[in-house]
């Protein structure tokens, strides 16, 4: 049997009760950080402008678009949501997809949940099979499909929205294999863009197209039924080797989206682990600027192939700057939200601070490691080495991490029993049958 149809029937036959507790609450942290990053991001400029143009079209009011006060059509909440989610580029990570996995995924999956009144163990499946497709196809297909300079979040992205909107419809084995063909024909996006609102656009655009495909697909609209492993499939014209060896093996027991790890800092992946050891480095010494001569950080190459920008100029581009991310993190001891706009990057000391720090690359290191090298006007030399993967194994520390977080970014826009009724609401969406609260929740600033 081809890969596409044994994926297809795999998503199908997926239920709730075959996922292991572990993977429910992960599921539920996914959650939890989408939400928290798209309240947070649902007002910046890209994402106004992509509301303004597509309320031009009209659409009936069928799903919530988080934090702007109405509803939309199913499609605009969908791509809008998935942009809001992606606006700051302080969504989830998962390493083998090498991609952002909740933001093209969630939205859709909201989407249709809410519109059709699902339970809360509906969505929470959906989410899961559609964080899985896309996680275990970023297996598959990276790292060279990575390489080749696609933005996995954008291309992958669109077949974890098609299972998620598959399970949701209870499509068939069939129609899933031709919504899962949709996607792959239409996936998308180049990492050119990183540093522009088009990053993210790529996350909504996943959402929103996928949403529409397995729509098409349970109307049965075809497509073809060999997309990931045809000779002009997927696999082949996007990625230079595919191991397709383990896509389904363990399928039900071993979950790739166990692995899904939480930003901490507002900035692109690849300056976490850097950002991590400058504040650590700081703290331990207490260190200021004008005790620091130089920075000496070493990280992966993919590191410094993603965040090229030396001296930025907007606050996007700040978030693809190693550079202004090491010093950002130097001087003010921190790496939010606020600290990637426009404003702060022409600011004297982060600008002279850019100039203090040399990046280099190291073969031995991976995505979310580097090595950090201070040295101080006494003459020390200070040294800490990151592993974030390392440092993000305990299920019950993520929680706890992604609540403080959510906690954080939603502290300037809900009220303390508004935060509270969300994170709570999450917490047992296993045991509701009405969605209906959380889309109030989300649905008002």
Not at 65 to 75: A, E, N, Q, T, Y
Not at 83 to 95: E, I, K, R, S
Request: net charge negative; proline share 4%; with cysteine.
């Amino acid at each position: 049997m081809r890969e596409t149809e044994r994926l297809a029937e795999a998503i199908s036959d997926l239920r709730y009760h075959n996922l292991p507790s572990d993977v429910v609450e992960t599921a539920k942290v996914c959650l939890l950080d989408l939400l928290g990053v798209t309240l947070a991001g649902a007002h910046e400029p890209l994402v106004d402008i992509l509301d303004i143009v597509l309320s031009g079209f009209g659409g009936e009011p069928q799903a919530t678009l988080v934090g702007r006060g109405r509803k939309v059509s199913l499609l605009h909440a969908a791509l809008v949501n998935g942009a809001a989610a992606h606006a700051l580029d302080f969504d989830d990570m998962h390493l083998a997809m090498a991609g952002h996995p909740s933001a093209p995924v969630a939205p859709a999956a909201l989407a249709v949940a809410e519109f059709q009144r699902r339970s809360g163990r509906d969505l929470l499946l959906a989410f899961a099979v559609g964080l899985e497709v896309e996680c275990r196809l970023g297996e598959a297909v990276n790292p060279s499909h990575y390489d080749r300079g696609w933005h996995a979040t954008g291309t992958l992205g669109h077949f974890g929205a098609a299972a998620a909107v598959a399970s949701l419809l209870g499509l068939s084995p069939i129609q899933t294999s031709h919504a899962l063909g949709l996607a792959g024909t239409q996936a998308s996006g180049l990492k050119e863009v990183f540093g522009t609102m088009t990053k993210p656009f790529h996350a909504g655009r996943a959402s929103a197209d996928r949403l529409l495909a397995a729509l098409l697909a349970a109307q049965e609209f075809t497509s073809a039924p060999n997309i990931l492993e045809g000779e002009r499939g997927f696999g082949r014209v996007l990625a230079d080797k595919v191991d397709w060896d383990n896509l389904l093996s363990g399928w039900g027991d071993r979950f790739s989206l166990r692995e899904i790890l939480f930003k901490q800092y507002a900035s692109a992946f690849c300056t976490q682990a850097l950002v991590d050891g400058i504040l650590t480095l700081r703290v331990r010494h207490g260190l200021s600027a004008d005790a620091v001569v130089g920075i000496r950080v070493a990280v992966s190459r993919l590191s410094v192939e993603n965040a090229p920008v030396g001296e930025p100029i907007t606050g996007l581009e700040g978030k693809f700057s190693l550079t202004h991310a090491a010093a950002q993190a130097l001087a003010e001891g921190h790496a939010d939200e606020a600290d990637f706009v426009d404003g702060k990057m022409a600011n004297p000391l982060l600008a002279s601070l850019r100039r203090r720090v040399q990046i280099t690359t190291d073969a031995n290191l991976g995505w979310p490691e580097a090595t950090v090298e201070i040295q101080t006007t006494d003459g020390r030399c200070l040294v800490e080495r990151v592993d974030l993967q390392a440092k993000a194994v305990d299920l019950a520390a993520k929680r706890s991490a992604v609540q403080a977080k959510f906690r954080n970014l939603t502290g300037s826009l809900l009220a303390p029993e508004h935060q509270s009724g969300i994170l709570d609401f999450v917490d047992r969406l296993d045991g509701t049958d009405d969605l209906g609260p959380l889309f109030s929740l989300l649905e008002r600033l």
